[in-house]
C-alpha cells in the first residue's frame, strides 16, 4: 500500500482551478505536519502550503490567496485547491509529511520523512 498518493494533477489554462488530493496511510496522516510542495526541474523543491497538527495552516507568499489546504480527516486525505492558476504555478507536486510539527512556518524538503511520487501540473496561457 502506498503510503502517500497524490492526484488531481492536468494541464488548464492560465486563471482555471484544480484540487490536488493526497491519500495518506493512517499512521502517516496523523503525522505532526503535512505539505504540500512543487518543484520545477533542477530547482529546489520548495512548499507552498502546510498543514499542521494543531490545525494552523501557512502558505508560501506566491500563492496566498489563491491556494487553500485542506483536510478530510474520515477518509485520511489532504487537499489542495488552486485557484486562479498561472503559468509560473506550473511544476510537479507533492505531498510531504513530517513527524514533526510545521512550526509556525512552511516547511523545508529536507524536513519531510514521507513523500509520494508527485502529480504534474502545467497552466498554459
Known amino acids: 500500500q502506498k503510503e502517500l498518493a497524490e492526484s488531481g494533477g492536468d494541464s488548464v489554462q492560465a486563471g482555471g482551478s484544480l484540487r490536488l488530493s493526497c491519500a495518506a496511510s493512517?499512521?502517516?496522516?496523523?503525522?505532526?505536519?503535512m505539505a504540500w510542495f512543487r518543484e520545477v526541474t533542477g530547482n529546489e523543491r520548495e512548499a507552498v502550503a502546510s498543514?499542521?497538527?494543531?490545525?494552523?495552516?501557512n502558505y508560501a507568499d506566491s500563492v496566498k490567496g489563491r491556494f487553500t489546504i485542506s483536510q478530510d480527516n474520515a477518509n485520511h486525505i489532504l487537499y489542495l485547491q488552486m485557484n486562479s492558476l498561472k503559468p509560473e504555478d506550473t511544476a510537479k507536486y507533492y505531498c510531504?509529511?513530517?513527524?514533526?510539527?510545521?512550526?509556525?512556518?512552511?516547511?523545508?524538503?529536507?524536513?519531510?520523512?514521507?513523500w509520494g511520487k508527485g502529480t504534474l501540473v502545467t497552466i498554459f496561457s
Open positions: 510531504g509529511a513530517s513527524i514533526h510539527r510545521c512550526v509556525g512556518a512552511l516547511p523545508k524538503d529536507y524536513g519531510m520523512d514521507y
Open positions: 493512517g499512521y502517516i496522516y496523523s503525522s505532526y505536519c
Open positions: 498543514f499542521d497538527s494543531d490545525g494552523a495552516t
